[in-house]
C-alpha cells in the first residue's frame, strides 16, 4: 500500500449488481466513501449502500441516472459534490451488453450500445474533469478485450469497446499531469446473465491459459491499483483475463 483511500470520493457507475458492485466494496474497504451509481437496479443499490453505510457511517450514496442522457451528467456530478464536496475517482463501469448480428442491426441498437459503452463515459468524464483536476484525481474505464479481438455476432458492442479503449488513451494525454486515466479489460469474469450454454463456457475456457473464470474480485483489485497504487501510470489498459488475450 502506498496510499490510503480515506477521506477520498469515488462514483462507480452502474455499480449496483456484478463487477461494479465488487468495484465499490474495494474502494470503500480502501477507505473512500463511494457514489453507488445505478440506472435501474435500485433495491440492489440501496441495499449495498445500506451494507457499506453499516460499516462506516456516511460512506456511501446511491444517486439514480439515466447516463444516456448526457444534459443530466453534469448535474450527476453536481449532486456527488453536493453530498462529499470533492470527487477524486470516477470508474466508468456502467456497460450494455448483447448480441447484434448482421442484418438485424436497428439505430436503436446503434445508439444504446455505443451510448453506454463511449459516449456516457466520454461526456460523464468531461463533466467531472473540474472537480477531479482540483483533486489530482483518476479515471478508470471498465473496457473489454473484445475491443481488441471481436466477438462473434456482437457488432456493435466490440466497437463501442474498441472506442473505449482509444479514448482512455486520448484522455490520458490530454489531462495529464493532473489527471490519470487508465482501463481495466476483463475476460471471462461472469457469464452474461441471459444464459450460455456449457459447451460454449467450456470452449472459452479452453483459450485460458489459467483454465478457469476470474472473479469479479479480480477486476476490483486491479481498479484499486490502478487507483492507489500506481501513481506513475497512466493511458494504460490492464488486460485481466487469465491470459486469454494472449492469442485464441
Known sequence: MTDS???????????ARRIGAQIVRRLHGAG??????????????N???DE??????????ALQADLLDTASLPDLIGRVLDWQGRLDILVNNASTFYPTR????TEEHWTDLTGSNLKAPLFLSQAAVPALRDAQGVIINIVDIHAQRPLKEHLVY???KAGLAMLTRALAKDLGPDIRVNGVSPGAI?????????????????????ARPGDPDD?????????????????????VDGGRSVGW
Not at 5 to 15: I, P, S
Not at 52 to 61: C, D, E, G, V, Y
Not at 194 to 202: I, R
Open 5 to 15: 483511500l480515506d477521506g477520498r470520493v469515488a462514483l462507480v457507475t452502474g455499480a
Open 32 to 45: 473512500a466513501n463511494v457514489a453507488v451509481h445505478y440506472r435501474g437496479s435500485a433495491d440492489a443499490a
Open 47 to 49: 441495499a449495498l449502500v
Open 52 to 61: 457499506l453505510n453499516a460499516a462506516r457511517a456516511h460512506s456511501a450514496f
Open 102 to 105: 448482421i442484418g438485424e442491426i
Open 158 to 160: 466490440g466497437p463501442a
Open 190 to 210: 461472469l457469464w452474461p446473465e441471459d444464459g450460455m450454454s456449457a459447451e460454449t463456457k467450456q470452449t472459452i475456457l479452453e483459450q485460458v491459459p489459467l
Open 219 to 239: 477486476i476490483a483489485g486491479c481498479v484499486l491499483y490502478l487507483v492507489r497504487d500506481a501513481r506513475y501510470v497512466t493511458g494504460q489498459i490492464v488486460a
